[in-house]
């Protein structure tokens, strides 16, 4: 899978959740200094599977902190 | 809900993560508790964090703590305990050994340490001195302690069933030594008769132990499908292979005879830990077979620590086992029973609300699952069902009501009709606002 793909997927989800512009989301950033809690990380991963289609742990959001952390990782995976 | 007022724990843990990593002392707590709680006072079954706020406590330290906080009979015999700690080689032994022999079935000989992990380790070694073999059998999703030979993974291909690192795991971790999961063991799924027979037809060979938890809690509380033990047992037995018990959850919660006892399958070797030093010390045991226990005589086999059976564990251990196994362990079916009605209350206030929700497996190490129907193997806990739980266990939380990872119940034997109170008024609006927060996610 294309990790570009997953970048902008989860920019989208990520900028729809805490209602902000998705240029405004750095990839590098945190998602805990983004602002992101359980709750919304869950919403988050969940609407990803289904975009994307593919299993994710809901644990992966924090495991990886960032945009580029968890793109690389599910491009990985999805290879 | 507000969120319970957190000022003052949220200043603390500023100050702890400046000299503690993760302002933590271990990594399995959820990965988005930024702020851990932070206890100044333990009574009975409840703690109160450093900005007043009252909790039921059902985390109970990852099970530990089974004889609940302030536990009156239990701290005066660790404080006696303490007047004698300059002496070294007590007399403290023989009691807390000979207690664990009378109601542990696999106990004929047993050995103290400190941690899960190390004691763990310690069977390995010993049942490879016993074999002559090198490899270990464990199962998806069973829990044994975090060295680098036996925590997380997963198959890649089940032709040849290794378990191999794979980014995403929860119980990853970087800094492993390379290979050393593969070069060493197999894994299988659990509760599945048919793969463990034709495992054991082309491997058995190879095998040192196999180790299991006797229920799997670490998986969700899944007990063993029928006949499933019994078969495991009677393949080791075969092939001459060590059956390792790891009851470092199981262990009194069940019964002061462990699951084993309970489930009538009778292991070569077993791990315990957590609960069977009441919580307040660190103690953990390996009981065993004579002939293989033996093997520690003469140095075989080593097994050191400078604190192995150290007095106050040792007085610990006896403590806890006195307790729970008076008159026929009343005090453990007194808190089954409210741990059994207490599960009651949560699934009726979760039908209230429309959650469909269960709890499984024997009431001392039950899970809750957000879903119809009872998990009958670790691999049915997909990443959507954790998911719900954790919703569940993060609601209850801030209405007050603690538990461990992911949705464990682990009850105390102090659990009273006043805790059962205390849990009916938080239950039924925690888990309205889980499932309004179920419902927007899923």
């Given at each position: 899978m294309d990790k570009d793909h997953i970048t902008a997927v989860l920019t989208k989800e990520i900028a729809e959740e805490l209602s902000?512009?998705?240029?405004?989301?750095?990839?590098?950033?945190?998602f805990m200094r983004l602002g992101v809690s359980s709750v919304q990380a869950l919403k988050i991963i969940n609407r990803l599977r289904k975009e994307l289609d593919i299993d994710i742990n809901p644990v992966a959001l924090f495991e990886f902190k960032t945009v580029d952390d968890i793109s690389t990782y599910l491009a990985e995976e999805h290879e | 809900m507000t969120p319970p007022q957190q000022s003052a724990n949220l200043r603390y843990h500023e100050r702890l993560k400046q000299v503690l990593p993760g302002g933590v002392?271990?990594?399995?707590?959820?990965?988005?508790?930024e702020v851990p709680l932070h206890f100044v006072d333990g009574r009975r079954s409840r703690l109160f964090d450093m900005d007043g706020n009252e909790y039921l406590d059902l985390y109970a330290r990852f099970g530990a703590?089974?004889?609940?906080?302030?536990?009156e009979e239990y701290l005066e015999a660790l404080q006696s305990a303490m007047r004698v700690l300059?002496?070294?080689?007590?007399?403290?032994?023989a009691d807390p050994l000979e207690l664990m022999r009378t109601h542990?079935?696999?106990?004929?000989m047993i050995r103290f340490g400190l941690s899960g992990t190390e004691i763990l380790q310690a069977a390995l070694r010993l049942a490879r001195a016993y074999t002559g073999r090198n490899r270990f059998l464990r199962f998806e999703n069973h829990y044994h302690g975090n060295a680098d030979n036996i925590m997380g993974g997963r198959v890649a291909d089940p032709a040849n069933p290794v378990p191999v690192d794979f980014k995403g795991d929860y119980k990853g971790t970087d800094?492993?030594?390379?290979n050393v999961m593969a070069d060493q063991s197999y894994m299988l799924p659990w509760n599945d008769t048919e793969r463990l027979e034709a495992f054991f037809r082309e491997h058995a060979e190879e095998l040192a132990c196999a180790v299991t938890e006797p229920v799997c809690v670490n998986g969700g509380s899944i007990d063993p499908a029928p006949g499933f033990l019994e078969k495991l047992r009677s393949l080791c037995t075969e092939h001459g292979v060590v059956l390792i018990f790891?009851?470092?959850?199981t262990g009194v919660r069940m019964?002061?005879?462990g699951a084993q006892r309970q489930l009538g399958v009778t292991p070569d070797l077993t791990t315990f830990g957590k609960a069977i030093g009441g919580g307040g010390v660190p103690v953990s045991a390996l009981a065993g077979k004579r002939e293989i226990m033996r093997l520690l005589e003469g140095k075989k086999v080593i097994h050191a620590g400078?604190?192995?059976?150290?007095p106050l564990g040792s007085a610990a251990v006896k403590a806890t086992f006195e307790i729970l196994s008076r008159n026929d362990e009343a005090v453990l079916h007194r808190m089954h029973d409210r741990a059994s009605e207490l599960q009651s209350i949560l699934v009726a206030a979760a039908e209230a609300v429309g959650l469909p929700l269960i709890v499984q497996g024997p009431p001392g190490v039950a899970s809750f699952h957000c879903c119809p129907q009872p998990l009958e193997?670790?691999?049915?806990?997909?990443f959507e069902l954790m998911g719900k739980d954790i919703m569940v266990a993060t609601a209850l939380q801030r209405h007050g009501v603690l538990v461990s990872s992911v949705s464990r119940i682990y009850p105390n034997a102090q659990l009273s009709d006043d805790d059962l109170e205390f849990f009916q008024v938080r239950a039924e609006k925690a888990l309205g606002e889980a499932k309004q927060s179920i419902d927007e996610i899923f």
């Open positions: 902000i512009a998705p240029g405004e989301i750095d990839d590098r950033a945190s | 002392h271990y990594n399995f707590n959820m990965p988005w508790e703590m089974i004889l609940g906080h302030g536990h300059c002496v070294s080689h007590c007399d403290f032994d542990i079935p696999s106990a004929e800094g492993r030594a390379d790891d009851e470092m959850i019964g002061v005879g400078t604190y192995n059976g150290y193997h670790p691999g049915q806990y997909d």
